[in-house]
């Protein structure tokens, strides 16, 4: 990708982050809560990237995990929106084992294939 084509694509996204928070009446990244800056920086740094590889979609479904799941854990959150948040969820967490599982079916092989050389 020539630099012109890639600093274009950059300015882009980075343009849309910026219309999004626009759009959401915020004007500074210091509006947002904890859990904001962390998915923002998240989108941000994937945005940045000129592609992307599996480690980034894992960290990414990772972090949405963590912020439904602490939006379940969260008791002044009202319960329809809780429901709301489960086929994300299942979503995520699908894709993170879709991801993680070859990981796991090798290591489960190399300790089964360990065991045998005792």
Not at 12 to 25: D, F, S, V
Not at 51 to 67: A, G, M, R, W
Not at 97 to 115: D, F, G, M
Request: charged share 35%; aromatic share 8%.
């Amino acid at each position: 990708m020539s630099g012109t084509c890639q600093e274009f694509r950059f300015y882009h996204m980075k343009a849309i982050l910026q219309k999004l928070l626009q759009k959401r009446g915020i004007e500074s990244l210091e509006e947002l809560s904890e859990e904001e800056k962390s998915t923002f920086n998240e989108w941000d740094k994937i945005l940045s990237k000129e592609s992307l590889d599996i480690n980034d979609i894992k960290l990414f479904c990772e972090n949405q995990v963590t912020i439904i799941e602490s939006k379940w854990s969260d008791y002044e959150e009202r319960n329809d929106k809780k429901a709301e948040l489960i086929p994300y969820h299942t979503v995520y967490r699908t894709l993170l084992n879709i991801l993680t599982s070859p990981i796991a079916t090798r290591e489960a092989l190399e300790r089964q294939l360990t065991e045998l050389t005792k």
